[in-house]
């Protein structure tokens, strides 16, 4: 078993930045690919980020150049920088892990609880 447990959301103004980070314990390996979901109030959960087993990375066209994917596997941690953030950027923030290179979260196989982020007008 894998568990994810990520902190850093809050409440931040329009612009501002925030860094989101996942601890992944238990069964942890660098082979997994780590991604950053994000689900709205009525909306389906949506991707954001991901990071590959070499670290190469995807991102959501809504967070490009905005947002950086970051990762440590000697600490087995992920990170996720967020800046510029927008309104629309409100949402719960999942870590997971996915032994697939992908960006559908029926393809991630371990999930966190998720962190909030709020980002004010």
């Known amino acids: 078993q894998v568990q994810l447990v990520e902190s850093g959301g809050g409440l931040v103004q329009a612009g501002g930045s925030l860094k989101l980070s996942c601890v992944v314990s238990g069964r942890t390996s660098s082979s997994y690919a780590m991604g950053w979901f994000r689900q709205a109030p009525g909306k389906e959960r949506e991707f954001v980020a991901l990071i590959g087993w070499t670290s190469n990375t995807a991102y959501a066209d809504s967070v490009k150049g905005r947002f950086s994917i970051s990762r440590d596997n000697v600490k087995n941690t992920v990170t996720l920088q967020m800046n510029s953030l927008k309104p629309e950027d409100t949402a719960v923030y999942y870590c997971?892990?996915?032994?697939?290179?992908?960006?559908?979260?029926?393809?991630?196989?371990?999930w966190g609880q998720g962190t909030q982020v709020t980002v004010s007008s």
């Open positions: 997971a892990a996915s032994w697939r290179l992908s960006t559908r979260p029926i393809d991630y196989n371990y």
